[in-house]
Nanobody
Framework: QVQLVESGGGLVQPGGSLRLSCALS????????IGWFRQAPGKEREGVSC????????YYADSVKGRFTISRDNAKNTVYLQMNSLKPEDTAVYYC?????????????????????????WGKGTLVTVSS
């Protein structure tokens, strides 16, 4: 049984940092499409940062480029999202999602709305609030 559990959210002041963790159980990091998504109140879900075993690259949405970093620890079967220079507009529930890609799936496509609709495994989310 695959399970994704996010942690690390909380309240932080603008300019601060947080590191989100996504612990994956029952899911191999040998072949993967994994992403961090977020949804703010009244807004559509947005792909923030994604990785794919197909291209080994990290994709970042323009809104977080240069501030967020995605990484993975195969030994711990965990994916991280380091978030620096946080802004109030980063406030959202952050979700980790994973799937076993069928065919060639680039990291940028993993973060698309289209692919997110077919991703098989999602965590319950962790709330990030950026406010003074």
């Amino acid at each position: 049984q695959v399970q994704l559990v996010e942690s690390g959210g909380g309240l932080v002041q603008p300019g601060g940092s947080l590191r989100l963790s996504c612990a994956l159980s029952g899911f191999s990091l040998d072949l993967y499409a994994i992403g961090w998504f977020r949804q703010a109140p009244g807004k559509e879900r947005e792909g923030v940062s994604c990785i794919s075993s197909m291209d080994g690259l990290a994709y970042y949405a323009d809104s977080v480029k240069g501030r967020f970093t995605i990484s993975r620890d195969n030994a711990k079967n965990t994916v991280y999202l380091q978030m620096n220079s946080l802004k109030p507009e980063d406030t959202a529930v952050y979700y980790c999602a994973a799937d076993v890609p069928r065919g060639s799936v680039r990291s940028d496509y993993v973060c698309s709305q289209t692919y997110s609709l077919v991703m098989g495994y999602w965590g319950k989310g962790t709330l990030v609030t950026v406010s003074s």
